[in-house]
């Protein structure tokens, strides 16, 4: 790979796994993404658009498999909490088979979540990484 500030090359590294992980029991692997058509980023800009407001889930929601939320005692529809060593936050859970086994997906258009990913950027472009962490995942009662 080459560097374009210093036009050297240096090795590709292999892709960091969810670190960081909270205290107590860590239950899943948080990944982040696009969650609806008509929201991009953090809202920065399309917030603004009244149009583009009505078609974005005013709550917060997160996607987890039938079986994780079963074990952690997870209902469709219920609270759930999610907790990484830099934050925490509440959204509304999903159960589906979309996401796999240990994995939980949280769109990444709401502020919150990206105060639960890692605080690590690429060296060369400075571009965060919001993809993934490590997460504790529970149901609030």
């Known amino acids: ?8 090359t240096t090795p590709p590294t292999a892709a960091a796994g969810p670190t960081s992980a909270p205290e107590g029991a860590v239950n899943a692997v948080l990944l ?19 149009i ?28 759930a909490r999610i907790v990484s060593r ?16 240990g994995q939980v997906f949280l769109p990444m258009h709401y502020a919150e979540v990206n105060t639960l990913t890692l605080n690590i950027v690429d060296p060369v472009s400075r571009q965060p990484s919001y993809k993934h962490c490590a997460v504790k995942m529970e ?3």
């Open 86 to 101: 830099r934050g925490a936050m509440q959204a509304q859970a999903r159960v589906t088979a979309t996401v796999q086994r």
């Open 139 to 141: 149901s609030v009662r």
């Open 32 to 50: 982040t993404g696009r969650g609806s058509s008509a929201q991009w980023h953090t809202q920065s800009r399309t917030a603004k658009s009244a």
């Open 1 to 8: 790979m080459e560097s374009a500030a210093a036009g050297t």
């Open 52 to 79: 583009l407001r009505k078609l974005h889930p005013k709550q917060c929601w997160v996607e987890i498999h039938p079986q994780d939320a079963q074990r952690l005692g997870i209902k469709d529809g219920d609270t």
